[in-house]
């Protein structure tokens, strides 16, 4: 069965006014099925989400840079 990680980026609100980012990994099989979804809070504490998000989308493309 054919598989592909995807990446996406998350918010998580620490306080009502400290976001942080957060990775959403997961693995897609060919049916269309997400398995094994796991998220991982990314250290630093943003004062806005878009903030927050901005980092998660950063780690997400430097993933994308490994081994480059």
Known sequence: MDE???AE???EA???DQFRAVL??????RLGDDNDV???PLTGEHPTAD???AAARA???AMGQGGQ
């Open 4 to 6: 592909d990680f995807w």
């Open 9 to 11: 980026s998350d918010v």
């Open 14 to 16: 620490v306080e009502p």
């Open 24 to 29: 959403v990994l997961g693995l897609r099989t």
């Open 38 to 40: 796991i998220r991982i």
């Open 51 to 53: 903030e927050a998000r």
């Open 59 to 61: 780690a997400i493309a």
